[in-house]
């Protein structure tokens, strides 16, 4: 069993940084694909970032250029930078995982509990 934990939510003026965190814990797995995705009040959760095993990026649009996805994989963590930060950016963030255990051969997901990010005007 793997289990995801986010850190780094809180309550931030407009125009502000804020970085999350997320690491991934557990025995015998390995890792393919780590990302964010976001859901807010009265919104279908949206992909923000995502991050493969060999480094390859993709980002949802309108975080293009302000958001950063990083990950470590040593410490089978992902990390969210997250620049210019404006109130539509108000969510609660999902960590996520593509997890495949040692003798299976298949992928599943894994998300972790959420961590709140509010942006005040």
């Known amino acids: 069993q793997v289990q995801l934990v986010e850190s780094g939510g809180g309550l931030v003026q407009a125009g502000v940084s804020l970085r999350l965190s997320c690491s991934a814990s557990g025995t015998d797995f390995s890792i393919n694909g780590m990302g964010w995705y976001r859901e807010a009040p009265g919104k279908q959760r949206e992909l923000v970032a995502i991050t493969t095993s060999d480094g390859r990026t993709d980002y949802e649009g309108s975080v293009q250029g302000r958001f950063t996805i990083s990950r470590d994989n040593s410490k089978n963590a992902v990390f969210l930078q997250m620049n210019s930060l404006k109130p539509e950016d108000a969510a609660v963030y999902y960590c996520?995982?593509?997890?495949?255990?040692?003798?299976?051969?298949?992928?599943?997901?894994?998300w972790g509990q959420g961590t709140q990010v509010t942006v005040s005007s």
């Open positions: 996520y995982a593509s997890v495949k255990a040692l003798g299976n051969w298949f992928f599943e997901n894994y």
